[in-house]
């Protein structure tokens, strides 16, 4: 087995040794399979790893560079799927004992297309039972930790993916964000988080809950892997009516074009959240970066009015829906925060929720008329850094609404695209988001704005910190 080191290295990193031949995937798959056996006890990251299923691929993928014949820039290039999203021949187990090891007969539409890319997936990254909070830990897998320090949680609902990708196991890994749980988990982990637009990757079974808030992506350490991701996963797809038409773009041009000129405004409260205040400080030095790369950045003030009146019966109402799909004798065993919500959902009544929906089309209105003034919107990612792993979400001490998501979950609502970006670290070490805000259905221009903040923040990987908790482990 080889002992070259590809910790660290990006996607088309990768790619370019492969065309190069001067590294092969079956190296490649076997030095992280290595480090990935090596850190699943720390971080516990992984649901499954499929180690011979992966050495499989690797080979496929081998023999195409061989021949000159990739079936995309990212064959050879390992990847996982969060365990909210079915691969076929695998379960999916959404972290909870009310699910079974029973292999789903047909994979959703993003991991079809990261395979058909000829991209390796390593295995399926850990979620919250049924990706209901900001945090990683779950009845059936238990606590996911940051490899930024492990007694703090990687975010959620992708932090299986979060801390892996933090970790320099692998380039980039699968999730989906539904209220926040891409751009939380990039945020606390330091990594690159884009939600695309509400539709550009199209999300199957269609019929979930959530189904019209979420968006899949990946939580990557490069912008330009994360462009070349959605190259590969951007598209419509029949089973998803919701799905965008095809757009003829290649997300990777342009990214170099900057934000001169460009109108910014800048909110770091919303008008009604109260981050920390290491998180403001951050955030607000982050946006100087764009002055300096020749935008206009101005302070917004109050834009969103508090969501919990308008939007908790469109959350636990869906908690409410999966619930009730789930049999009596198995509700001892679920997330006791999961349960509290879902049961107080089982009291919405269905004038609530057409309330949240007009409300929810008012916000999305409202944000829509805004961008035709500004170019972007600014905001933390989240109101703290990475909370500790025994956090207890949605309690009086770590509400949903005002320590949780407050700053992500209107972009969901909007279906608008969004990111994450490092903002600096704490005095504890620990990483803070900036959001980057675009208008509806700009993926490229939140790309193009992405990539300008990367290329000015000095921001790299290694990061020290990472290195020395992950050193002795």
Not at 424 to 438: D, E, F, H, R, Y
Request: aromatic fraction near 8%; glycine fraction near 10%; hydrophobic fraction near 40%.
């Amino acid at each position: 087995m080889s002992e070259r080191s590809f910790d660290w290295l990006s996607a088309a990193e990768l790619s370019k040794l492969y065309q190069r031949r001067e590294a092969s995937p079956v190296e490649v798959i076997d030095a992280m399979l290595v480090r990935a056996a090596k850190l699943q006890p720390h971080l516990n990251a992984f649901v499954m790893i499929d180690e011979a299923g992966a050495k499989a691929a690797a080979a496929a993928s081998e023999a195409r560079w061989q021949k000159n014949q990739p079936l995309s820039p990212f064959d050879g290039v390992p990847t996982t799927i969060k365990d909210t999203t079915n691969v076929k021949g695998w379960p999916t187990r959404y972290g909870s004992h009310a699910t079974d090891e029973t292999p789903v007969k047909e994979s959703a539409p993003v991991a079809e297309r990261l395979q058909s890319a000829g991209m390796i997936l390593l295995g399926k990254s850990t979620t919250p039972e049924f990706g209901w909070k900001a945090l990683t830990d779950s009845p059936l897998q238990g606590t996911t930790r940051s490899p930024w320090n492990l007694e703090h949680s990687p975010g959620g609902s992708s932090g299986g993916a979060s801390s892996l990708t933090a970790a320099g196991i692998n380039p980039f890994n699968h999730g989906n964000d539904g209220g926040g749980s891409i751009r939380i988990p990039a945020g606390h982990t330091g990594l690159v988080g884009l939600k695309p637009s509400f539709g550009r990757i199209p999300q199957y079974p269609a019929d979930a809950p959530f189904a019209d808030v979420i968006s899949q992506g990946v939580l990557s350490r490069t912008v330009l892997d994360t462009a070349m991701a959605l190259n590969i996963t951007a598209g419509p797809d029949a089973r998803d009516w919701r799905s965008l038409p095809a757009e003829p773009r290649d997300y990777t041009v342009g990214l170099e074009a900057g934000v001169r000129g460009w109108k910014i405004g800048l909110s770091l409260d919303f008008g009604h959240v109260k981050a920390d205040p290491e998180v403001r400080d951050l955030v607000a030095a982050a946006a100087k970066r764009f002055e300096d790369l020749g935008a206009h950045v101005e302070d917004v003030g109050p834009l969103i009015d508090p969501l919990q009146l308008s939007f908790e019966p469109l959350w636990i109402g869906s908690f409410a829906t999966r619930f009730r799909q789930i049999p009596t004798q198995l509700h001892g065993k679920l997330d006791p925060g999961f349960r509290a919500a879902a049961e107080k959902g089982l009291a919405i009544t269905l004038a609530d929720y057409a309330k949240s929906y007009e409300a929810k089309s008012k916000l999305a209105r409202d944000l829509a008329l805004w961008h035709r003034q500004y170019d972007l919107l600014l905001a933390p990612v989240a109101p703290t850094a990475g909370p500790p792993v025994d956090t207890l979400y949605n309690s009086e001490a770590f509400p949903r609404w005002t320590k949780g998501a407050p700053y992500t979950l209107p972009c969901n609502l909007t279906g608008q695209p969004a990111a994450s970006m490092p903002a600096g670290l704490t005095k504890a070490g620990l990483p803070v988001g900036l959001q980057i805000i675009g208008a509806p259905r700009a993926d490229h221009v939140v790309l193009q704005a992405m990539r300008a903040y990367e290329s000015a923040s000095g921001w790299t990987w290694p990061q020290a910190k990472v290195v020395e908790t992950l050193k002795g482990l």
